[in-house]
């Protein structure tokens, strides 16, 4: 069994989101019937990662510890840990080193949305590979507005660029990342940049200089979304709210991934469920007891 850990970065201002966020965390907020944080969460718990680390700011980390607790509801681990300012996304691995330990790690962004079909199985494979960092690659309309990745015929990264002016593939970095145990090590070497930031792009880079960088491309029907401005929040509810009352089937549920994963049981769920008996919410972990 592969010892990687999982690191949710929900930090920042949270400004694009303005004045929503001015008085609770972007990730606090609901995208449909779940907070945003949720998402993420489950994502990292159906690669089955059990051991997961918060880091958030110092004004909200007594919201996601009352939110989410150890974890225990749900069979995995949660820690907390605080970013003080909004230093990079790379900062998130210096934070996280006591956490990370002798571990590979997935780092993921709190606003971040994935779905798809087998998506989870197809992710457990990259986490899989202990030797080398992995970046999700999804195709864009507007690439100029991303992080952008080129890559050969066989998916070796041959550039990466930060929103350039004219971009040398569609494929946008999404803000999910594989990485091995030397992430820590190579997040110290880097520097600032212009925005007085560690930027996550740059540590990406020295993986691909040293030829340990892969890119695993998302398929046509995954979703990517990036809920971090009010049109993507917009898109990101009504995404889920239309697959979910098609489908009758929810998107992104820790209780149904951890029931699912045989981190709970029943007797377990029975009890998440009772929390939320008065709403569709808990009719919908009712019915996976009965199914």
């Known amino acids: 069994m592969i010892n990687r850990k999982g690191i949710i970065l929900s930090g920042g201002t949270g400004s694009r989101l303005y004045p929503i966020t001015q008085v609770v965390s972007k990730q606090l907020i609901p995208v449909f019937d779940k907070p945003m944080i949720y998402y993420p969460l489950s994502t990292l718990m159906s690669i089955g990662i059990t051991e997961i680390l918060i880091i958030t700011t110092p004004n909200d980390l007594d919201k996601f510890k009352s939110l989410l607790s150890n974890g225990n509801q749900w069979g995995i681990s949660i820690e907390y840990q605080v970013q003080k300012k909004p230093n990079g996304i790379a900062e998130a691995l210096i934070i996280a080193e006591k956490f990370i330990k002798n571990s590979n790690v997935v780092l993921i962004l709190g606003d971040n949305i994935f779905h798809g079909n087998d998506l989870p199985n197809r992710l457990k494979k990259v986490s899989i590979d202990e030797e080398t960092a992995t970046i999700l690659a999804y195709p864009v309309k507007n690439p100029d507005q991303y992080g952008i990745v080129n890559f050969d015929k066989d998916f070796n990264p041959i550039s990466l660029e930060e929103k350039p002016q004219t971009p040398k593939s569609k494929f946008a970095i999404t803000g999910m990342y594989f990485y091995d145990k030397e992430a820590c090590s190579l997040a110290k070497k880097l520097l600032p940049s212009n925005r007085g930031e ?86 919908y972990l009712y019915n996976l007891i009965d199914t």
């Open 198 to 283: 560690l930027e996550i792009t740059d540590l990406n880079i020295m993986y691909m200089k040293r030829k340990k960088l892969k890119v695993f491309l998302l398929d046509r029907g995954d979703v990517w979304l990036d809920a971090g401005t009010h049109i993507t929040l917009s898109q990101a509810t009504q995404y889920v709210q239309t697959i979910e009352e098609r489908q009758g089937m929810k998107i992104s549920c820790p209780e149904e991934v951890a029931y699912r994963s045989n981190l709970i049981d029943k007797n377990k769920l029975k009890l998440l469920a009772k929390r939320y008996s008065n709403n569709d919410y808990g009719k």
